[in-house]
């Protein structure tokens, strides 16, 4: 019968690609399928995916560039609901040229008492939400849907720039049909590049294209004054690329470790290099990434504001006034700016108010409050300079593009090394960067407008220590007593996500996440910013020990072993993205009941990853009646490619199976 459902299905998505699909008019044998055909797991799919990129000329605007888009999803699961959300993004800066989405139409389709049924997505089911001072979206919510629910959408974005979107050709769930036509008048030169690992080879083609516009004019001949009309033309040749391509394969979002998966899904991505229009000469506009970074420094908005600095001069000397040291100004500057300064969750390379009204409000951008550190820095004699970066969820840019950087941060340079900083982040140090700007790498920015790279990877491994004591009572119910250390990001995320909560909350988490009773809880250094997090927990555990006839087991990691292996795919395409070098270590020490001895101690183990990237060491002792353990799993890299993913995961397999081995005791009567 499983057999028989999965060939119904693939005979109706066959069917269902075969045929012309236009919009607003959606099949019973695409609303009667169940699961996708090639990927049962899916809980939704792009039936169709169609995309025009055009260039419209009109006399008044010139060329604009047109995108027709056309997306048709299948709905399978509750868990697909989520695709049934739609967001447009588009450019509406609050001065300036603005792009437009027309066109808007959108239907859910269902099948019910046998019938297809068509609901109207109305104006109340679509939402304008400003995303920041650039850009805006349209927010489209679905009505009526369900599982077995198919949506259909279209809608038109006419950009004035000359900016051709990214084509992506993979996504989330898989793509049963896609197809994507982009056409550009010869005066315009585009370089092209492939991004993540599934490509689609473009058919290219060649067709003629004629501009028209009228011209009048007037001819004064004696008294009389005539007015003559003509049609003038242009002939140019467009240059077409066609993607098309069936049954392309989600790359999904379920493995550990992944980072932006966006960079690794397959897509062209389009740069302009230049133009040559009739009658005029080649217009250069390739740039590097110095370029790009010089146009943004010349900008009031980023670098005309690193030469505000009356409005925080008094400040400044107050806050200055016992530092002996740089790092003495540089920690006093940073911690105030921190302080004073509350981020209002919106990201930017250039500020939305400005410096001084942000500096008065006490709330800005992320590029409001680095740039006010940076020239109080500055001031304060420090060589300190922007920072641009790229957040990981914008991506990692491949080419030189404005919209490659999102983010700024500030950089102190102190003879040969030097200090990160973010005063956007209110559990943020000095080098201890948030996550969302640990994105390969950050462009400097000097005051002559210059700019090198800066590795936005943490040079120091986070740490994160336990020391156990546990011991076994007669009744094999264990007493014990932990303690856990965080230092640099561990710290950070734990002060992000304990901060506000009340201490019996986190003993509940801590007793949920473990198994176990606390009986006494201290928290130390959670507001001491700079300082590792300890706690120290008292607790019992009641079936941390397993007897078997006259033997008991023992796991000296209780409740901190690993169960799994996180690593379960089969091969995996894309780099495994830690986000930062790290170590845990674990030392136990396990007190035994009289009258048993050892039976049996788990064997030691030392492994590693190839070229240094990674180390694990695990050895059990035996010291009188009591039992030691000392560990440590060690990753050196932040980012490890996918060649080595078949190494890394029998690396963990080994780990997981270290960890899971049992102490052995047996009673001394039974040991004779």
Known sequence: ?????????????VTAMSQDISFGKVSEAELKATQHALDSTADAAYLFKKRRTYFDYNRNDGFNVVTEYHSRIKIYTKEGFDYATRHISYRDPKKGDREKVTDLKAYTFNLVDGKIKRTKVSRKDIFEERISKYASQKKITFPEIKE???IDFKYTITCPFWIIETLNFQYGIPVDQ?????????????????KGYYTINPVKSISRGTISWNTKTRNHAAATVVTQFSTESVSFNKNILEYKQTNIPALKDNEPFVGNINNYRGGMQFE???????????????????????????????GGQLEKTRYFKKDLAQIVAEAKTDSEKIASIYY?????????????????????????????NVAEINLILTAMLRSAGLNANPVLVSTRANGVPLFPTSKGFNYVVTKVNLGNSYVLLDASDKFSTPNILPARALNWNGREITPN???NWVAMVPRRPSKETYTLQLKIADDYSVQGMMRKSLSNHYAMYYRNVNHNKKEEDIIGKIEEKYGIEIEDFKLTNLKKLGKNITYTIKFDIDEAVEVINDKAYINPMVFLARKENVFKAKERSYPIDFVMPWEDKFTVSISIPEGYTVAELPKPLAIGLPEKMGLFKYQV?????KIKLIAMHKNNKSIIGPEYYETLKEFYKQIVAKQQEKIVLVKAAAAK
Do not use: H
């Not at 302009?272 to 790009?292: K, Q």
């Open 1 to 13: 019968m499983k057999k028989l459902a999965l060939l119904v299905c693939m005979f109706i998505s």
């Open 148 to 150: 077995g629910s198919v």
């Open 178 to 194: 896609l197809d994507y036509k982009v056409t550009v008048p010869e005066y315009f030169l585009f370089n092209q590049r492939a």
């Open 272 to 302: 302009l290099a230049g133009t040559r229009f009739p009658n005029s000469r080649f217009r250069d506009f390739a740039v590097t990434w110095g370029d790009i970074c010089k146009r943004i420094y010349k900008s009031a908005d980023f």
């Open 336 to 364: 105030f700016v921190q302080s004073k300064m509350t981020w209002n969750e919106y990201f930017g390379k250039f500020t939305d108010e400005g410096v001084k009204r942000a500096y008065a409000d006490g709330k800005g």
């Open 449 to 451: 407008g210059t700019s």
């Open 621 to 625: 002792t035996q010291q009188g009646n």
